[in-house]
């Protein structure tokens, strides 16, 4: 499951667990250009590739999305 937060420019990411039914979510802040075209395209359950960088700010890590890539949507 996939969750935008177009206003603090936040997408969480779902990661499934091999052997569980659950997922994790990421969190990865994107710049405004990307998250308008994110928020606009990605529906539940697509597929993405996220080219990122890791930052680390007042000893919290975070994951800056620089190029968003749409693999599939899950009606395919």
Same mark, same amino acid.
Request: proline share 1%.
């Given at each position: 499951?996939?969750?935008?937060?177009? =206003?603090?420019?936040?997408?969480? %990411? $779902?990661? !499934?667990? @091999?052997?569980?039914? &659950?997922?994790?979510?990421?969190?990865?802040?994107?710049?405004?250009?990307?998250?308008?075209?994110?928020?606009?395209? =990605?529906?539940?359950?697509?597929? %993405? $590739?996220? !080219?990122? @960088?890791?930052?680390? &700010?007042?000893?919290?890590?975070?994951?800056?999305?620089?190029?968003?890539?749409?693999?599939?949507?899950?009606?395919?």
């Amino acid at each position: 499951m996939n969750k935008i937060d177009k =206003l603090a420019g936040i997408i969480s %990411i $779902g990661i !499934k667990r @091999s052997n569980e039914k &659950d997922s994790d979510l990421i969190p990865v802040t994107l710049n405004e250009g990307l998250i308008d075209s994110v928020s606009k395209y =990605l529906i539940e359950g697509s597929t %993405i $590739g996220v !080219k990122a @960088s890791l930052n680390i &700010d007042n000893n919290i890590l975070r994951i800056v999305g620089e190029k968003v890539t749409f693999i599939n949507s899950k009606n395919e």
